[in-house]
């Protein structure tokens, strides 16, 4: 699988600088992984997150020359390893870097900060079978068996109403992902409409 890299727990992944009319900003992924299971003689779910890339294997390499409005196409996933139980995964998805909560923060500076993450938030594009939940998690809506391969998005839209006031800072998208053995945890999902929503 020469089109796929996985990366390790807590490695950081795609870096790219983004300069045009005077904005150099930096955006880097980081990734990890938590396994669950509702009891230790359980076998646990084994999974990965990983990039995929279709062009390239991944580099620690930055691209120039991006403008606001312009796209990035990065394809993060989450690889269940072949001799995995069936489960069901999800991923919390944050922001760091200028984007972080500082310790201290005055009510128009968070109103700021805020208004940028919404605006990036809403310019990734998810994959199919994703749905925003509960706790800040997005919810894979099916089983997943073993040797499977979910991208979890394939694009970011940098804002454009990001301007010079956020030149030369480093902002972070963050992905945590978490799955759970599917026959301990489907008695006790929520979601009457049929979607995943939230675990308990």
Sequence with gaps: MSKRQ???????????????????????HFMNREEAVSADSLEQVQFSLCMLDSEEEYKDSCLSGLLPGQAVERKPAVVVDGDSPEAYIRVRVSFGGVLKEPKEESREARAERLKRIRELKSGIRFCDGWLE??????????????????????RVLIPESWDNSIAEQMFTIELHAEAVRADCLEPWMKGGGGTIESWE
């Design 6 to 28: 996985c990366l390790t727990f807590l490695l950081g992944a795609a870096v790219y600088i983004l300069s045009a009319a005077g904005i150099g900003l930096t955006m880097a």
């Design 133 to 154: 939940g509960e706790e800040g998690c997005y919810y894979y809506q099916k089983k997943v068996t073993s040797g499977s391969i979910i991208p979890i998005y394939d």
